[in-house]
């Protein structure tokens, strides 16, 4: 039988050539029908412009995976909280069913209406309850351009950057789905050559084109590390992700321990989680790590431990109905690896869960279309991006949505994520009712 991932695999199911759910994704989401608001919400895997409902298929005892049942809880944190051998079970089980050579669901049409969902039926919903949510800043690129353009243009790296995965803790509560819209932030911002801070609506409100994986798996018990060569197994899924930033709050509030209010009020997730198991054909060499990590920091075994992941940013002003592309990276570039990220956070003890959220930082590239925030594109608006019918922009205005893009091609077929979008509302006027 022909492994998921086969590149000659074909589902009964048509899928476009350009889609991003072929049948070796099979991504996990969770959604709930348009048509039944009162519904429960379910869990599911894409699969063109469809989804396999997994709950469903649990009801109807067509999937038995463990003892309890995995797909009833509204969540896919019960999926999480088991080992990578039962996720690459399911992911079998899903696309066994969906082979063109497997009559079971492809002939059985009472079946295919009950398990299998149109995309455009389903509002998707954040897949997990997380826990906890933290942002590292791994892009040596990006942390070069910010450290030149705050700091200092001779020396942009801190000592500590090249040693170890710089990051902090964010707020899981301010965790959003694609789509949902961004209130501008107001806050306290230093007008340049003043002495006081005001209030007021930021004017520099950035994106951070990231991407982010959820924890999984058997996770540490408090005090006790993930070693290097374990911590791939505590990977469960990866999702795009804008960290939306407002430059101007930063700026006045990061010193002495880092970004608080300026990045907590909304970070926006891709829906469907790509397993790691579908990234394996894409896995490659990252950057050379110079001057050599400490050893528990150190992957010694030569392995591939990123992935050549395309990303795309895109913008759609206010004035105009189309999207423009102003970014265009690759996390294959990042210093540090995931494995190496989720070891240095739990390397003094600190224990990790089943759904944690853990972010890669922008990811900047060496090219100036590569840079990953609009703080780089146009040089701490600097330089304002020239758009499409005569606009510009220096930082997002009202209005505007932001759009993020990530895929990995292979031989004939795509592995995308889906989009990460997010369009801005302007600040509230005057404060709102907490309620
Ligand atoms: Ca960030």
Not at 148 to 156: A, Y
Not at 188 to 201: I, Y
Not at 262 to 267: D, E, R
């Amino acid at each position: 039988m022909k492994h998921p991932n086969h590149p000659e695999l074909r589902s009964f199911i048509p899928v476009s050539s350009d889609s991003d759910f072929p049948v070796q994704n099979l991504p996990w989401g969770l959604f709930r029908r348009h048509e039944a608001s009162e519904s429960s919400p379910e869990v599911g895997v894409a699969i063109g412009d469809q989804v396999l409902s997994l709950t469903r298929l649990e009801q109807k005892g067509l999937l038995k995976v463990a003892s309890e049942p995995l797909f009833q809880s509204a969540t896919l944190n019960p999926l999480m909280e088991q080992e990578s051998e039962t996720w690459k079970y399911v992911r079998e089980c899903a696309s066994h069913l969906l082979r063109e050579d497997n009559p079971q669901l492809r002939d059985d049409s009472q079946l295919r209406q009950a398990v299998l969902l149109p995309q455009d039926q389903l509002t998707m919903l954040l897949p997990a309850v997380i826990g906890d949510y933290t942002d590292f800043y791994s892009s040596r690129e990006h942390a070069t351009n910010v450290g030149t353009m705050f700091r200092d243009k001779d020396h942009p790296l801190l000592a500590n950057w090249l040693h170890l995965p710089v990051g902090y803790h964010g707020r899981a509560s301010s965790v959003v789905i694609s789509g949902t819209p961004v209130r501008r932030p107001k806050g306290q911002l230093m007008p340049p050559g003043e002495e006081l801070p005001v209030f007021a609506p930021s004017k520099r409100l950035d994106f951070e084109l990231e991407m982010a994986f959820f924890v999984g798996g058997k996770t540490n018990r408090l005090g006790v590390p993930i070693p290097l060569a374990e911590a791939e197994k505590n990977i469960f899924g990866l999702v795009l992700m804008n960290d939306w930033s407002a430059r101007d709050i930063q700026k006045w509030e990061y010193q002495p321990l880092g970004p608080f209010v300026s990045k907590s009020f909304a970070t926006s997730i891709s829906p469907w989680v790509v397993s790691m198991e579908a990234l394996m054909p894409f896995a490659s060499e990252g950057p050379v790590q110079e001057p050599l990590p400490l050893p528990y920091l150190r992957h010694s075994d030569g392995g591939k431990h990123h992935f050549n992941i395309e990303l795309a940013v895109d913008i759609r002003t206010r004035e105009s109905s189309q999207y423009q592309t102003i970014c265009r990276s690759n996390s294959r570039g990042l210093y540090w690896s995931m494995a190496q990220q989720l070891t240095h956070h739990t390397v003094t003890g600190c224990n990790v869960r089943p759904g944690d959220l853990m972010a890669s930082g922008t990811i900047s590239g060496q090219t100036p279309e590569s840079r990953g925030s609009l703080l780089e594109l146009t040089w701490g608006g600097q330089q304002p991006l020239a758009l499409k019918d005569h606009q510009s922009r220096s930082f997002i205005e009202d209005g505007d949505e932001i759009r993020m893009r990530a895929w990995a091609e292979g031989p004939g077929f795509r592995i995308g994520f889906g989009c990460c979008t997010g369009q801005v509302l302007p600040a509230l006027d005057a404060p709102a009712s907490h309620g």
